[in-house]
């Protein structure tokens, strides 16, 4: 008797939390989301006028080839294992400026072309 009733408070207690956590997902679904900047614009980063001509950007970060994402330049996508002073002056000088990569492709190729 004991059992079959501490199974009934459980049962209780059970399908009381799964009715509360339905209740809130429904309100939660129901409310229009919350944009608190414009669509389609990457978070902390800046509005572009034109949308950009590049995907990727190749750089140094801590002596190293570096790839970041062309909206987000603080944080590299990846870093390489490819010192840049072991790379000829001129391909030094193009990564500290920044060489802007136009897709996945070309991305791919300009880093075997450095790793090679």
Same mark, same amino acid.
């Given at each position: 008797?004991?059992?079959?009733?501490?199974?009934?408070?459980?049962?209780?207690?059970?399908?009381?939390?799964?009715?509360?956590?339905?209740?809130?997902?429904?309100?939660?679904?129901?409310?229009?989301?919350?944009?608190?900047? %414009?669509?389609?614009?990457?978070?902390?980063? /800046?509005?572009?006028? =034109?949308?950009? +001509? @590049?995907?990727? *950007?190749?750089?140094?970060?801590?002596?190293?080839?570096?790839?970041?994402?062309?909206?987000?330049?603080?944080?590299?996508?990846?870093?390489?294992?490819?010192?840049?002073?072991?790379? %000829?002056?001129?391909?030094?000088?193009?990564? /500290?400026?920044?060489? =802007?990569?136009? +897709? @996945?492709?070309? *991305?791919?190729?300009?880093?075997?072309?450095?790793?090679?």
């Amino acid at each position: 008797m004991k059992r079959t009733m501490l199974w009934t408070i459980v049962a209780v207690v059970v399908v009381s939390i799964a009715a509360f956590v339905m209740v809130r997902l429904t309100e939660t679904l129901q409310q229009p989301p919350e944009i608190s900047q %414009p669509l389609g614009e990457p978070v902390g980063q /800046a509005v572009h006028s =034109q949308p950009l +001509d @590049y995907q990727y *950007l190749l750089k140094i970060y801590d002596g190293k080839l570096a790839v970041f994402h062309a909206d987000q330049t603080e944080e590299p996508y990846m870093v390489l294992d490819v010192y840049v002073s072991t790379l %000829p002056e001129y391909d030094r000088g193009q990564l /500290a400026q920044g060489i =802007q990569v136009k +897709d @996945y492709a070309e *991305l791919i190729a300009r880093i075997e072309d450095y790793i090679s």
